[in-house]
């Protein structure tokens, strides 16, 4: 969607680096969601964020929502394997009936050992 | 509680067969939505529906038709398929107030 754009698309770590996967949109942000998915599964719902300044960690993963509300970050500490996959934010923008959420195009992690 | 299923998980189409596919959610759960997953483009939304009997467009509805004639139910039906089709179509639900969607494992689908 090119409302909402996420960066970088590719990401190669070696384990135990830290990295960091952004997710910016054109429209304010009414609530950011954070997905994981593995390859050729579904995706598993990781965090919500609603509130400019809103910071939320679930294990070694933080996202971040900006206090414009038009940017959120995800960041994980010491990457590991179990780390990879596609990450996608999806965002509330609030524009349409039906509630729907608008994806941006994932950031495919690899973690390397 | 299974979540939300979707079957079949893989199939095949010749150019203008048809198909339906389902998805089954046992949460009770108000809204549904089927979305198509293709490299470079991220998930879109095809249909969505609100709640029993009703039905919404998303992005990319041309093509497909749905269905919610149970709240559990809610299918994608492809009346006649083109290669353009060929993609990734996830499933999801969610409850009334809450944003988070519960995604289905995904429908592997290929056009020839």
Known sequence: SQELEQSPQSLI???GK????NCTSSKT?????WYKQKYGEGLIFLMMLQ????????EKI?????????????HITASQPSHAGIYLCGADLR???????TFGEGTQLTVNP | NAGVTQTP????LKTGQSMTLLCAQDMNHEYMYWYRQDPGMGLRLIHYSVGEGTTAKGEVPDGYNVSRLKKQNFLL???SAAPSQTSVYFCASRRHKSYEQYFGPGTRLTVT
């Open chain 1, 51 to 58: 509130k400019g300044g809103e910071e939320k960690s679930h």
């Open chain 2, 77 to 79: 039906g492809l009346e």
């Open chain 1, 18 to 21: 830290n990295l960091t996967i």
């Open chain 1, 95 to 101: 524009e349409t009936s039906g509630s729907r959420l």
């Open chain 1, 29 to 33: 942000l009414y609530g950011l969601y």
């Open chain 1, 13 to 15: 770590v070696q384990e």
């Open chain 1, 62 to 74: 933080t996202a971040k929502l900006d206090e414009k509300k038009q940017q959120s970050s995800l």
């Open chain 2, 9 to 12: 998980k893989f199939r095949v």
